[in-house]
């Protein structure tokens, strides 16, 4: 009988490879596949549209490792069915993500973004400067998952309160106080600072809309870098156009990459970045530590030991 | 007989002033002084050179308050010969500037800098962005006053790993080591992150030269929020332009405003900043708690109790 398959949808280096074969050796390991042998792939490493036919028409597929953190483009549904278990990469980037937060936050309080553009036109303008602190400041991180969990300890030691929305108000360390998405409206009015890292799920589609922009402080900040549906992308304008708060900066968008006739890109008060809070040095250790721990324990408890993802809720 | 005068050379919320007069009752308190008042000057809170003649001719001066940390450009000789006391405004600063240095790095390392040049032209260029991450670098901060050591608290805690330099290598808190500017040529070549954060004086003139730019790795950054003087623009110029080190960012220049036909404006791999870094919310509560501490400490002892300068050594 053919060894199963250990499908990697993307290439890695050869110390990884050796190490699937020594905790799985009775497998085989395929970063390219034939149709042939898309029947005998048992476990997938990341998740293309291309092969939802191939790989799921056979019910031989058992386990879906994820190279991201969010899987909303995956047939969550069809691996529901067949019972295919799913686990994501979540934490991977959570160190990049909470950097790039800090970064955006500080090149907006302490003028930098502005220095970048007066620069360009070998302009002094100390005088176009705007200031703040950043410390002391109110947070509020919208979604208390791994990337929450660095931010708010990455950024609690340069003096910013942090508080927390998850979906039930639990308890999470290092947030001062949380409250359940329910409260959203009400908690951002007391905020300075508003982080949205939610999952894309039913509940979370443009959460960020007017209701909520509209309660905000008017020297208040959002930033995204969660999903770009939890946006309401054309009332998002509307608020920043009205000056409902101060700024905004979004990693994520509705529709990538941003259309350059997006009315996004020519408000003053906005800091585009394309999709790159993620971007992460050392990517492959860091999702191997995942995704051999997984592994391990798939092969002799047929069950997983890290970020596995609940079907049923979609993160 | 007229009360001896304390001039304030910069205007201060009445909260204050009425402080002042509550720990000073034997003084006047003056924001204008005609040339007769100059005479019945005995403390000066700030300095500006117009005030070198009619406040020096007399021998009624006996302290000035600075309100910068740097006071290379006051007349120290003539201060020293007349035994007037000097203190300056160090710390009030220091938040920050460290803050600043932290946005600095991110913005590098983020690609944020890059993303802010795209927008410009309303183009996504994911492709453009360059990518690292803070934590893990090693960083020396040269200089490790007030400014160094609230860096190093905030800058650790993101993961960096920070070494210090000052005249003689004695140790800091908070620096994992400290060497002395004597092996700075030396220090520089390990580093990932040196920080320029020195007072003018004649040791630290041109410190900052091609010696130590040779010396520091190829991905290296510099930043500069010290005296403008203490770097060799010329050579930096040239080390930028044949790529010694990565990046560099200045917040203070050799002559400022930077004339429009400095080369350093169209470097690629700079960023300049119009002397910013110390821009401070709440100034006047920070300079305060020096200022009125200390003459507490003068009318009381005739002595200063914070911040004092040592005018043998200019800092």
Do not use: C
């Given at each position: 009988?053919t060894?199963?398959?250990?499908?990697?949808?993307?290439?890695?280096?050869?110390?990884f490879?050796?190490?699937i074969?020594?905790?799985a050796?009775?497998?085989?390991v395929?970063?390219?596949?034939?149709?042939?042998?898309?029947?005998?792939?048992?476990?997938?490493?990341?998740?293309?549209?291309?092969?939802?036919?191939?790989?799921?028409s056979?019910?031989?597929?058992k386990?879906?490792?994820?190279?991201?953190?969010g899987?909303?483009?995956?047939?969550?549904?069809?691996f529901?069915?067949?019972n295919?278990?799913?686990?994501?990469g979540?934490g991977i980037?959570?160190?990049?993500?909470?950097?790039?937060?800090?970064?955006v936050?500080l090149?907006y309080?302490r003028?930098?973004?502005?220095?970048?553009?007066?620069?360009e036109?070998?302009?002094?303008?100390?005088n176009?400067?705007?200031y703040?602190?950043?410390?002391?400041?109110n947070?509020?991180v919208?979604?208390?998952?791994h990337?929450?969990q660095?931010l708010?300890?990455?950024?609690h030691?340069?003096?910013?309160?942090?508080?927390?929305i998850?979906?039930?108000?639990?308890?999470?360390?290092?947030?001062t106080e949380t409250?359940?998405?329910?409260?959203?409206?009400?908690?951002?009015?007391?905020?300075?600072?508003v982080?949205?890292?939610?999952?894309?799920t039913q509940e979370t589609?443009?959460i960020f809309?007017?209701?909520?922009?509209e309660?905000m402080?008017?020297?208040?900040v959002?930033?995204?870098v969660?999903?770009?549906?939890?946006?309401?992308?054309k009332?998002?304008?509307?608020?920043?156009?009205?000056?409902?708060?101060?700024f905004a900066?979004?990693?994520v968008?509705?529709?990538?990459?941003?259309?350059s006739?997006?009315?996004l890109?020519t408000?003053?008060?906005?800091l585009?970045?394309?999709h790159?809070?993620?971007?992460?040095?050392?990517f492959?250790?860091?999702?191997?530590?995942?995704?051999?721990a997984?592994?391990?324990?798939?092969?002799?408890t047929?069950a997983?030991?890290?970020?596995?993802?609940?079907?049923?809720?979609?993160?």
């Open positions: 009988m060894k199963p398959i250990i499908f990697l949808q993307r290439a890695f280096r050869e110390e490879i050796d190490k074969h020594a905790i050796p009775d497998y085989q395929k970063t390219e596949i034939t149709p042939e042998e898309a029947a005998a792939v048992e476990i997938s490493v990341g998740w293309s549209e291309k092969f939802n036919e191939p790989l799921l056979t019910n031989q597929l386990w879906v490792q994820s190279i991201s953190a899987i909303d483009s995956l047939p969550l549904a069809e529901s069915t067949q295919i278990l799913l686990s994501n979540s980037h959570a160190l990049s993500i909470s950097e790039h937060i800090i970064g936050l090149g309080y003028g930098l973004n502005q220095s970048v553009k007066n620069q036109q070998q302009l002094w303008g100390q176009t400067i705007h703040d602190q950043l410390a002391g400041k947070l509020l919208v979604g208390t998952g990337i929450g660095q708010s300890r990455s950024i030691s340069l003096g910013v309160n942090v508080y927390g998850n979906t039930t108000g639990h308890p999470v360390e290092g947030f409250y359940s998405i329910k409260n959203l409206a009400k908690i951002v009015s007391g905020m300075d600072i982080v949205g890292i939610l999952p894309g589609y443009h809309n007017s209701d909520i922009f309660k402080k008017q020297d208040a959002f930033i995204n969660g999903r770009g549906d939890t946006v309401h992308t009332e998002l304008i509307t608020a920043l156009t009205e000056k409902s708060f101060a900066a979004l990693d968008f509705e529709e990538e990459p941003l259309p006739d997006n009315p890109w408000l003053p008060n906005i585009i970045t394309p790159i809070s993620g971007l992460t040095v050392d492959q250790n860091k999702f191997m530590q995942i995704f051999l997984n592994l391990k324990a798939y092969v002799t047929n997983l030991s890290r970020n596995q993802v609940r079907l049923d809720r979609g993160y």
